[in-house]
């Protein structure tokens, strides 16, 4: 039974788990790609950036808390989950991180992996530029992926 995040230093884009892989990260909603991990992703795939483009072109439920699945292999997807409030900190000095949309986009990939008997691989999501603190994103990725006896590797780099 899992019951722990498997901590390994490497790169998230190069999950060397078999099976099926979910490969997670944090999005804005403002429709900005360009910073952080994000230009990792791009560097080995095109599809997730330009999938995330038309995702916030069409408005198609382009909002914090969803998630947009998009296959790079034939066994491993990217998760673009949109948990980060625009890009910069806001008139009150709180950065863009929004914890309550990062939990509504874990337990999405939660299912997910559990429909697709998928591991799941990021890095430490939304403390980057997004200004979060893995000490509250950690108890998120154990509610919503760990608890439903999912895989995941945290990858720093």
């Keep these: 039974m899992i019951t722990d995040i498997k901590y390994i230093k490497?790169?998230?884009t190069s999950p060397t788990a078999?099976?099926?892989?979910?490969?997670?990260?944090?999005?804005n909603d403002v429709g900005g790609w360009g910073k952080g991990f994000v230009m990792a992703l791009s560097q080995?795939?095109?599809e997730p950036e330009?999938?995330?483009?038309?995702?916030y072109k069409s408005k198609d439920n382009f909002k914090l808390g969803e998630v947009q699945f998009v296959q790079v292999e034939k066994d491993t997807w990217i998760a673009n989950v949109i948990g980060q409030r625009d890009i910069r900190r806001d008139k009150d000095g709180?950065?863009?991180?929004r914890y309550d949309?990062?939990?509504?986009?874990?337990?999405?990939?939660?299912?997910?992996?559990?429909?697709?008997?998928?591991?799941?691989?990021?890095?430490?999501i939304g403390c980057?530029?997004?200004?979060?603190?893995?000490d509250k994103i950690e108890p998120l990725v154990f509610t919503h992926i760990v608890d439903?006896?999912?895989d995941v590797t945290v990858y720093d780099f």
């Design 10 to 12: 490497g790169d998230a």
């Design 44 to 46: 080995k795939w095109s």
């Design 94 to 97: 709180v950065p863009p991180i």
């Design 18 to 27: 078999k099976g099926n892989k979910i490969i997670v990260h944090i999005c």
């Design 128 to 134: 980057g530029l997004a200004g979060g603190s893995w």
């Design 148 to 150: 439903k006896l999912v």
């Design 50 to 55: 330009k999938k995330y483009r038309e995702w």
């Design 101 to 124: 949309a990062v939990a509504s986009g874990l337990d999405k990939v939660g299912n997910f992996a559990k429909d697709f008997s998928a591991s799941v691989h990021m890095p430490r």
